[in-house]
């Protein structure tokens, strides 16, 4: 037959069992400030993204600065507006030849020994 516990075995019991599980939920709050969907982890993750966002970011402003130029000159200088017109559509004018010089496929090696 169990013996009946004292009223001092009964709160030793009681603050055990407490104990246990404010451990338990301090253990998964602290899982959760990790892992979980605001903790640490996803925090370090969206920071990397934001400074990738950050650099993607300035090199489209550095390239729209770069055309924003580039469409200044092609507007105020006549002589860019004729180099971007030969450079990208490959326009010529009347009496001129085109000359269209490829590089050549370099001969294949002689087998060595011979």
């Known amino acids: 037959?169990?013996?009946?516990?004292?009223?001092?075995?009964t709160r030793a019991r009681r603050r055990q069992m407490?104990?246990?599980a404010l451990?338990?939920?301090?253990?998964?709050?602290?899982?959760?400030a990790l892992v979980g969907d605001n903790g640490?982890?996803?925090t370090w993750r969206a920071s990397r993204e934001y400074a990738s966002v950050l650099e993607s970011l300035?090199?489209?402003?550095?390239?729209n600065a770069r055309l924003q130029q580039q469409i200044q000159r092609i507007n105020e200088d006549p002589a860019a507006?004729?180099?971007?017109?030969?450079?990208?559509?490959?326009?010529?004018?009347?009496g001129?030849?085109?000359?269209i010089i490829k590089d050549a496929k370099p001969a294949p090696a002689a087998p060595a020994g011979k």
């Open 18 to 20: 407490l104990t246990y």
């Open 96 to 99: 001129e030849t085109l000359v």
């Open 58 to 63: 300035e090199r489209v402003r550095t390239e």
């Open 81 to 94: 507006l004729e180099e971007a017109a030969r450079r990208d559509l490959n326009l010529i004018r009347p």
């Open 40 to 42: 640490y982890l996803a």
């Open 1 to 9: 037959m169990p013996r009946p516990r004292s009223a001092q075995d």
């Open 23 to 32: 451990c338990c939920g301090a253990f998964v709050l602290l899982v959760n």
